[in-house]
């Protein structure tokens, strides 16, 4: 199989299974025998399920035979081990869950499943959706198919390995503090962090109750939106799930983006980013504004303050990890555990006081958007980081262009913008109204359709 | 009430008040994620700041 069926969208895939060009058993295999040559040296998978995907890949066949529509019905899609599927072991990256066989599958992993892809196995994840693997550790951590001595991002490395490699044409991923879109910065890729409540995070492995989301990762804009649609909708079994209507993703992406209007939060978002992606920005500002819309400068004040997040995302670490940090220390991996402990130090107040600073800026950010259409900051302040600068056990938690929108819980969504001078992508961040998907991916789509920074492909 | 510094003195004794163990060769990255994490919150004039509220909310919609 050439790379260019490796790459190719899933609308092209769908269209060419219903033309008997392609089947999926075909494309299935072919996958499988790319991913036996590449990942040895990626390591995106952690578990891999050839005769689940050929299984699933002949039920498809059986079904478009019958004229099945359905745009996902046969696509290659892996999913982030922290999601539960029945009967394959998730490990959460984690040598405490390293044999455990969950006996039920995480909402979004039956609703994909019930849209008809094909499950190629599990993605490694950085060690619980927080800290990334030591050499050493029980599961190594995957690299960056665009320089294997640099980090893929995380926490859903695995995802976005997978998807730059061409391993996978969907993949889930979870963000807490940025663990879809890190990785799609680094990667090249897409991925959508939906409005908090949008997607069900049922069967999802906990880091941060009023962070956590669940959310689509995939090569493009248009990807996206087709693997955001079957994830969006009420889960009673996630009690912040929304009961909010559900919009039509794909047809959003119809519409240009004349006359909207784009905020840029100048205050924040800017501060400690590399020159070069603060250029790729601004091109990217550039080609909006001649693709029609307005973009003007914003302010957002408590914004400065947005780093208290950690103390939220440690405290709710700890307490979901408490007995498990107490009584089984060594099954975590060194540093993590020390991160993970940091939670138990953060005091009741200063938990609150993040929780009010928290409201101060949920408060200014809807004021904002209520001037403009969506917000459009860098995703990331720097490229993809070398392990060697990642391994530095001192790093801590740098300052996040994407912790803003966990704490906001708004849909936003990070694609490229370019490249730096060593060949590492860039990201751009576009960040929309409460349950406005359409916005962002509408936005994204135009930007992505006037750029050609989604066609460029690793040299795996 | 504490200074605005995370000194390891106060670490140290926020890890005996909680219990939990930390090795000696991480407390300079315990100290440094916690005090980077506390910036603001300890920068804050708490009485110039919203509140939470409401911790409940009743929406009929979601009943």
């Known amino acids: ?460 | 009430m504490a200074g605005k510094e995370l000194t390891l003195e106060e670490l140290r004794a926020r890890i005996a008040g909680a219990g939990v163990t930390i090795a000696e060769p991480r407390l300079g990255m315990v100290r440094k994620l916690l005090a980077d994490a506390l910036v603001h919150v300890r920068a804050l004039d708490s009485r110039t700041i919203k509140t939470v509220e409401p911790a409940v909310r009743f929406e009929a919609s979601h009943e």
């Open chain 1, 1 to 460: 199989m050439s790379d260019a069926i490796a790459y190719t969208t899933i609308r092209e895939l769908g269209a060419r299974y219903r033309t008997r060009e392609l089947s999926p058993v075909e494309v299935t295999q072919a996958l499988l025998a790319r991913i036996a040559k590449l990942d040895p040296a990626l390591h995106a998978f952690v578990t891999l399920t050839a005769d689940r995907a050929l299984s699933d890949a002949r039920a498809a066949e059986t079904a478009l035979a019958r004229g099945d529509a359905r745009p996902l019905l046969g696509i290659p899609i892996a999913h982030k081990d922290i999601y539960c599927t029945r009967g394959i072991r998730t490990t959460g990256g984690s040598a405490l869950l390293a044999d455990w066989v969950p006996d039920e599958d995480a909402t979004c992993v039956r609703r994909w499943q019930e849209a008809g892809v094909v499950l190629m196995g599990k993605l490694i994840t950085h060690e619980f959706a927080f800290g990334i693997q030591f050499p050493g550790h029980r599961f190594p951590a995957a690299r960056n198919p665009w320089n294997l001595d640099h980090v893929p991002g995380g926490s859903s490395s695995g995802s976005g390995a997978a998807l730059a490699a061409g391993l996978v044409h969907g993949a889930t991923g979870s963000d807490t503090g940025g663990s879809i879109r890190g990785p799609a910065a680094f990667c090249g890729i897409v991925g959508l962090k939906p409005t908090y409540g949008r997607s069900s995070r049922a069967g999802v492995l906990t880091l941060s109750w009023t962070l956590d989301h669940t959310g689509p990762m995939a090569r493009t804009v248009e990807d996206c939106a087709y693997l955001m649609q079957p994830f969006a909708g009420h889960d009673p079994a996630d009690p912040a799930s929304s009961r909010a209507p559900v919009g039509d993703y794909v047809a959003a992406l119809g519409c240009d983006v004349r006359g909207l209007k784009i905020g840029v939060p100048r205050n924040y978002f800017f501060d400690g980013v590399d020159a070069e992606i603060v250029q790729a920005f601004e091109e990217a500002m550039a080609t909006l504004k001649r693709l029609g819309a307005e973009v003007r400068d914003v302010r957002i004040p408590t914004m400065d303050a947005a780093h208290s997040f950690l103390l939220i995302l440690l405290a709710e670490a700890y307490a979901y990890h408490e007995r498990d940090l107490r009584e089984h220390p060594e099954l975590y991996g060194e540093v993590l555990r020390e991160r993970m402990m940091a939670g138990a130090l953060v005091t009741a107040a200063e938990y609150t006081q993040a929780q009010r600073i928290r409201a101060q800026i949920c408060a200014e950010t809807a004021g904002v958007l209520r001037e403009v259409d969506v917000l459009a900051t860098p995703t990331t302040l720097k490229p993809a980081t070398p392990f060697a600068v990642a391994h530095d056990p001192e790093l801590g938690f740098p300052k996040s262009n994407m912790g803003p929108f966990n704490i906001t819980g708004l849909p936003t969504l990070a694609l490229p913008c370019g490249f730096s001078p060593t060949g590492l992508p860039l990201s751009l961040q576009l960040a929309g109204r409460p349950f406005e998907e359409e916005m962002v991916l509408r936005v994204g789509h135009a930007y992505e359709q006037a750029t050609p920074w989604h066609t460029r492909r690793p040299a795996v």
